[in-house]
């Protein structure tokens, strides 16, 4: 989006009388109703968020302390052109710094101190793997061109696995491209082929994660409270441990409208009645799902029942077509958990030995980013990182605060003779320290200082699963008066779930289009039409081998503006 197309939109009319109600309080819900206020003019107190847990931030969360231990389940990897994400921050003040906004501390902070791995893999228990070469053969650059190149609709619901040569899959790309996105071989290659539309300009710096920013604090601490706390002042209604069960929708003349939610508040059943002039948002489906934590005595269990924001879209789905087909993601939880624990080290002793490893320190307002890394021969797969410390707000300066996690949970550890799956906190940190080449006769030392609370997660991949044009219902439905979906499980063309700014996205196309606002949604960053980006990939690919043709071309760029393209 231009900065001609940066207006603020002239107010509807009859704004003033319509009332929105937010199913969920993830990102998308939260950007949803901020952009209602800024854009659409409506008035905060005619907004009311329903979530069924006591906090919102749904999968962007950090909570705990250093007594009992700190918890997120997961992270988020940004980037510079999340150009929906950013517009969102640009206006949600700092609650640091009131006078600057979250978008301002955040590029502040990054420009400091700018992100890059200086060991992105180990194996042989300690051992640093320093290429930063993708390691892939002619054949690999082959089918990742092939896959640039076909179209979505011929792909269909194929797999990584069906579409790519196994030896594909042993190559240091696919290490990388796993590791970071939490990519399975039994995953969708169209998600697969979007990721390398979306962020082709980010390849060459696959091997150190250059290029990625992240926050100061966990992501809820640093994106989810601000802007909550901006929308509680203005006045919109949070209202927690309310289960929404259904939603009744009429279906006349070709138009789809909500006419009732109904819901469970203190185990009573109570129904709000909405017109076509109210607005309905619903985030349907949910990564974080019926998530449970373990200890350091304890293993989390898998809890295989059917939570209630998938039982919601699935009561919803059976209304029309138009609203998706839920049991495409929810329905093979072995195919969509995987597990991470936070651990939570006291003393010197665990942070040292990860400062080894990343070669950086992380000592509080020392540069540390990074990002993961990843243990090549790891049963589990296992990664781990220490991203910038304190992690929390509340995070003492002799607590070091780290994260990691496996794509395997159903094997056995190389050194914890068990599914990870099954094992304590305790055990999980021995299995990482045993990776780290700490013999077990050294491991009490850094038991003793350490917190690790593991979190197992059923549906945490399922947005991946492999689908076609119609298993995800538009943002918009079509004949939809009143109705919008949100978030990772929402169609949005071209862009990437498992991304903050796919939730904020959608959020913006929702507000805009259901209030019909004169003002585009940004365009979703085109750097695969740029070809220097497409040049810059393609000798990533080759890893310092020339490329085909590259002395021809070479001699017919010479002494042009377009010499140095290659």
Not at 126 to 144: A, F, P, Y
Not at 207 to 226: A, C, E
Not at 377 to 387: A, I, M
Not at 428 to 440: Q, V
Request: glycine share 6%; net charge negative; hydrophobic share 40%.
């Amino acid at each position: 989006m231009s900065n001609y197309q940066k207006i603020n939109p002239v107010k509807q009319e009859g704004i003033e009388n319509k009332k929105a109600f937010l199913i969920g309080s993830g990102i998308a819900s939260l950007a949803a109703a901020e952009y209602l206020i800024r854009d659409g003019k409506m008035d905060a107190k005619n907004i009311t968020i329903l979530e069924q847990d006591g906090i919102s931030g749904g999968a962007m969360d950090g909570a705990g302390n250093a007594e009992d231990g700190y918890i997120a389940r997961g992270g988020r990897e940004m980037e510079e052109h999340y150009e929906c994400m950013w517009d969102l921050f640009r206006d949600v003040p700092s609650l640091e710094e009131p006078n600057r906004s979250v978008l301002d501390e955040f590029k502040e902070l990054n420009d400091l101190d700018p992100n890059y791995s200086n060991v992105r893999v180990i194996n042989n228990r300690g051992e640093k793997l320093r290429s930063t070469s993708l390691g892939l053969g002619e054949n690999h650059v082959k089918q990742l061109t092939k896959l640039f190149l076909v179209t979505e609709k011929d792909l269909g619901a194929a797999t990584v696995e069906q579409f790519f040569d196994p030896s594909f899959l042993e190559t240091d790309f696919w290490l990388y491209w796993r590791s970071m996105f939490a990519f399975e071989t039994w995953h969708s290659v169209v998600e697969m082929k979007r990721y390398m539309h979306r962020f082709i300009h980010l390849m060459p710096g696959m091997s150190t994660m250059k290029g990625l920013v992240f926050t100061k604090y966990n992501q809820y601490d640093s994106m989810i409270l601000p802007l909550k706390t901006k929308l509680e002042k203005e006045g919109v209604k949070f209202e927690f441990d309310v289960k929404v069960t259904d939603l009744d929708i009429d279906k006349s003349d070709g138009k789809k409208t909500v006419t009732a939610i109904h819901l469970v508040r203190n185990n009573k059943e109570e129904v709000i009645s909405t017109t076509a002039n109210d607005l309905v948002f619903f985030t349907n489906g949910s990564m974080t799902e019926n998530h449970t934590l373990g200890d350091m005595n304890t293993a989390p269990k898998l809890d295989r029942s059917e939570g209630a924001c998938w039982n919601l879209w699935k009561n919803i789905a059976k209304k029309d077509d138009a609203f998706g087909k839920p049991e495409v993601f929810c329905s093979n939880i072995d195919k969509t958990k995987w597990e991470s624990f936070t651990i939570t080290a006291k003393g010197t002793k665990m942070r040292k030995l990860l400062e080894s490893f990343a070669e950086r320190e992380f000592l509080p307002h020392r540069k540390a980013t990074g990002g993961i890394i990843t243990i090549k021969d790891s049963n589990w797969l296992l990664s781990v990182t220490v991203n910038r410390q304190p992690q929390f707000k509340n995070q003492p300066k002799d607590v070091t605060v780290a994260w990691a996690y496996a794509l395997f949970p159903d094997n056995k550890g190389d050194f914890i003779n068990k599914k990870m799956s099954d094992c304590t906190g305790e055990e999980l940190l021995k299995e990482l320290l045993y990776h780290l080449g700490i013999d077990e006769k050294d491991m009490g030392d850094y038991i003793n200082e350490s917190i690790v609370i593991p979190a197992m997660m059923p549906y945490i991949t399922s947005q991946f699963m492999p689908r076609v044009k119609g298993d995800r219902p538009d943002v918009i439905p079509e004949g939809s008066t009143n109705l919008a979906f949100l978030g990772q499980f929402a169609e949005i063309k071209d862009d990437c779930v498992f991304t903050v700014e796919y939730s904020v996205r959608s959020a913006m196309m929702a507000v805009y289009k259901l209030l019909n606002l004169d003002k585009k949604v940004p365009e979703i960053y085109a750097s695969q039409y740029d070809i220097r980006v497409v040049a810059a990939a393609t000798k990533a690919m080759y890893s310092g081998r020339p490329l085909p043709a590259e002395g021809i071309v070479k001699k017919l760029l010479a002494n042009t503006t377009l010499e140095g393209l290659i």
